[in-house]
C-alpha cells in the first residue's frame, strides 16, 4: 500500500521484475473477463436445457464404460483365482506365481480407479446443472461482493492454475479454464453471435477447443461454496 495515496497494489516477488500494478486496474481487468463468463438471465432456461442433455449423453457413455470395466475385473479376478489354483496345485513354479498375481493385483487395482471415476449418479443432475447456472448467473456480484480471500478463491475456482499478468503488453494469460463455465461462456457466446471469444484472455473464438465433455458440474463447487 502506498499510504500517501492510499493505493493498493500488486507486487511481483521475483528479483528485479520491478511489475508493480494497481489493484483498481487488475480488478477492473478481471472484472471485464469475469463478465465472459457470467451467464445472462436471459440465456438461462435453453442452456439449462442443453447441459442436461449434454450430461445425460455423457452418462449414457459412461454407462457403457462402466459396464465394460466391471466385465474385465470380473475377468482380473478370475484370472487371479485361476492363477492361484494353478500355485496351490504345484502347476507354476513360486518366481512365476509372484510375477503374475503381482501383475494382476495392480492391473485390478487400476481397474477399481477407474470405476470410481466412471461413477455418474444421474440422480442429482437437476439439483447439479441447477448449482452450476445459479452460480454462472451471479459471478460478478460475487467477484464485487467479496473480499481478498474470496475473490481469489473464486480466481482459481475458474482459472486452476491462476493467472498471469504482463506489464510490458497489459496482457492477462491463464492456461487452463474450469470447464464447465468455459462451456456455459462459449454457448452464450454463441447465441449472442460472438465472433471474437474473450480478446482479454487472448481466446479466439475459432481457436477455441470445445470442451466435448463436461466434468461433474459440482466437482470443485465445496471451495466456491465457502466463499459465500
Not at 516477488?13 to 438471465?41: A, M, W, Y
Amino acid at each position: 500500500m502506498v499510504k500517501k495515496k492510499k493505493i493498493w497494489y500488486y507486487k511481483c516477488r521475483i528479483k528485479g521484475c520491478c511489475n508493480n500494478k494497481s489493484v483498481k486496474d487488475l480488478h477492473n481487468k478481471f472484472d471485464e473477463i469475469i463478465s465472459h463468463f457470467t451467464l445472462q438471465p436471459e440465456f438461462l432456461p435453453l442452456l439449462k436445457e442443453q447441459m442436461l442433455l449434454t450430461i445425460e449423453s455423457l452418462n449414457k457413455e459412461n454407462e457403457a464404460n462402466s459396464k465394460r470395466l466391471k466385465a474385465d475385473y470380473e475377468n482380473l479376478n478370475r484370472k487371479i483365482e485361476r492363477t492361484e489354483e494353478r500355485y496351490m496345485n504345484e502347476e507354476i513354479a513360486q518366481d512365476l506365481f509372484v510375477k503374475y498375481a503381482e501383475k494382476y493385483k495392480l492391473e485390478r487395482l487400476e481397474l477399481l480407479r477407474k470405476m470410481q471415476e466412471s461413477e455418474y449418479s444421474s440422480s442429482n443432475h437437476q439439483d447439479a446443472v441447477d448449482l452450476a447456472l445459479n452460480y454462472a448467473v451471479n459471478l460478478t456480484k460475487m467477484w464485487h461482493s467479496g473480499d481478498f480471500i474470496k475473490k481469489q478463491r473464486l480466481q482459481y475456482f475458474l482459472f486452476p492454475e491462476g493467472l498471469t499478468y504482463n506489464k510490458q503488453n497489459d496482457e492477462v494469460r491463464t492456461t487452463k479454464y474450469n470447464s464447465v463455465f468455459l462451456w456455459i461462456a462459449y454457448k452464450q457466446k454463441e447465441l449472442e453471435g460472438n465472433k471474437k471469444g474473450i480478446v482479454s484472455l487472448g481466446l479466439d473464438y475459432p481457436t477455441w477447443v470445445v470442451p466435448t465433455g463436461i466434468e461433474p458440474v459440482t466437482q470443485g463447487f465445496s471451495v466456491l461454496c465457502s466463499t459465500n
